[in-house]
């Protein structure tokens, strides 16, 4: 079956970076892109991002532009995302998800609780 | 940039019909996509392209799309279908945008 499986949690200091995990399996990776959603502590869900499997193209969302970088690595079809400059309003689930940009996601992985305190 | 716009509440009854509805722009002119998500767990995709469900889910859920209102409709609530619901869609100018979720009550 087609599955997502991410990195464990991360506690990181303000003004660290943090880069999390997602192993594809079940499917040819690069037939799709993976999108990054964040979600922080009781809110709604913030897409960050989609990255071509296919071809690394990607699209960040405008308010992470600078700040964040996904990559993938088909050998292992593996996506990554990296986070620099950490904020406490970092502080989130970070989820991946598979998708065509523009498109709906499905399915999703199982979440990386990302913590950003000093 | 583009809003998304839903209630924060839903409560319904076991066996009767849950409407949610995701409001925006001409929104009709977009697909929509829609997420269950239950506490502590990931989102899952049960309507996509307005009206399309995904293998598994239930025909319980559908949806529709016109005008200003996109509309997840759950029949039948059970119990199980307490979450949080969020719409979807993909922007020009905006990107992709999610509603701010509806978190729905079955009482």
């Known amino acids: 079956q087609v599955q997502l499986v991410q990195s464990g949690a991360e506690v990181k200091k303000p003004g660290a970076s943090v880069k999390v995990s997602c192993k594809a399996s079940g499917y040819t990776f690069t037939s799709y892109g993976i999108s990054w959603v964040r979600q922080a502590p009781g809110q709604g869900l913030e897409w960050m991002g989609w990255i071509s499997a296919y071809n690394g193209n990607t699209n960040y969302a405008q308010k992470l532009q600078g700040r964040v970088t996904m990559t993938t690595d088909t050998s292992t079809s593996t996506a990554y995302m990296e986070l620099r400059s950490l904020r406490s309003d970092d502080t989130a689930v970070y989820y991946c998800?598979?998708?065509?940009?523009?498109?709906?996601?499905?399915?999703w992985g199982q979440g990386t609780l990302v913590t950003v305190s000093s | 940039s583009y809003v998304l716009t839903q209630p924060p509440s839903v409560s319904v009854a076991p066996g009767k019909t849950a409407r949610i509805t995701c409001g925006g722009n001409n929104i009709g002119s977009k697909s929509v996509h829609w997420y269950q998500q239950k506490p502590g767990q990931a989102p899952v995709l049960v309507i996509y392209?307005?009206?399309d469900r995904p293998s598994g889910i239930p025909e319980r859920f559908s949806g529709s799309n016109s005008g200003n209102t996109a509309t997840l409709t759950i029949s039948r609530v059970e119990a199980g279908d307490e979450a949080d619901y969020y719409c979807q869609v993909w922007d020009s100018s905006s990107d992709l945008v999610f509603g701010g979720g509806t978190k729905l009550t079955v009482l």
């Open positions: 998800a598979r998708g065509v940009l523009k498109d709906w996601f499905d399915p």
């Open positions: 392209y307005d009206s």
